[in-house]
């Protein structure tokens, strides 16, 4: 298994501009989510997605857009970037073990927008 | 609502003597805990996690964290630190019978000096 893995691993964006971050995970887990990691604030949720079809809001989406078709994908876009949404991007996916829902990190996406 | 604290931003510790990384939680019912380790531009990686039962649990790299409900503490351990442990380290809470998604606190960065 691959597990989660995200595309591009670097990316250089002017204001104004949007992207899609791609995530994909191969472990059939239903459960997907987007973080930011910024210094001193540690992982902040984005979206995240109990299955395909339905997604939520989570602590700071405010500029960012998500969708869930699959079981396997889970792209995050950035609408209209803005150089706060400079940060490092994780996405997670987790599935439920005795109620656990213990998560799997991809490798992340560096963004830096300029 | 569930938070989670990490009150130290780093620790120093010298090769081969004992490490702790502490983690205070907060969940109106039962909590499950969580650490992750992050190397440096990596994903975050499982560790260990406490359910029920026993409270001192055991995890991967000879870490271990014991569970503490009257000062609602899940403190990180190991007896003999290595430089290699040199890591970037996040507690992370969700309650039982809650949302799936977990609060990370800010992270506590551990130095391992030769």
């Known amino acids: 298994n691959a597990g989660v893995t995200q595309t591009p691993k670097f990316q250089v964006l002017k204001t104004g501009q949007s992207m899609t971050l791609q995530c994909a995970q191969d472990?059939?887990?239903?459960?997907m989510s987007w973080y930011r990691q910024d210094p001193g604030m540690g992982l902040r949720l984005i979206h995240y997605?109990?299955?395909?079809?339905?997604?939520d809001q989570g602590e700071v989406p405010n500029g960012y857009n998500v969708s869930r078709s699959t079981t396997e994908d889970f792209p995050l876009r950035l609408l209209s970037a803005a150089p706060s949404q400079t940060s490092v991007y994780f996405c997670?996916?987790?599935?439920?073990?005795?109620?656990?829902?213990?998560?799997?990190f991809g490798p992340g996406t560096r963004l830096t927008v300029t | 609502a569930q938070s989670v604290a990490q009150p130290e931003d780093q620790v120093n510790v010298a090769e081969g003597n004992p490490l702790t990384v502490k983690c205070t939680y907060s969940?109106?019912?039962?909590?499950?805990l969580f650490w992750y380790v992050q190397y440096p531009n990596r994903g975050l990686q499982f560790l260990l996690k406490?359910?029920?039962?026993?409270?001192l649990v055991k995890g991967s790299y000879g870490f271990e964290a014991e569970f503490n409900k009257s000062q609602t503490s899940f403190h990180l351990k190991k007896p003999s630190a290595l430089v290699s442990d040199s890591a970037l380290y996040f507690c992370?809470?969700?309650?039982?019978?809650?949302?799936?998604?977990?609060?990370f606190g800010r992270g506590t960065s551990l130095i391992v000096h030769p």
């Open positions: 997605s109990v299955g395909a079809g339905i997604t």
């Open positions: 969940v109106s019912g039962n909590p499950y």
């Open positions: 406490y359910i029920t039962g026993d409270n």
């Open positions: 992370a809470v969700r309650e039982s019978g809650g949302s799936y998604i977990p609060t």
């Open positions: 472990m059939n887990h239903e459960y």
């Open positions: 997670a996916s987790s599935y439920s073990t005795g109620g656990l829902y213990e998560q799997y």
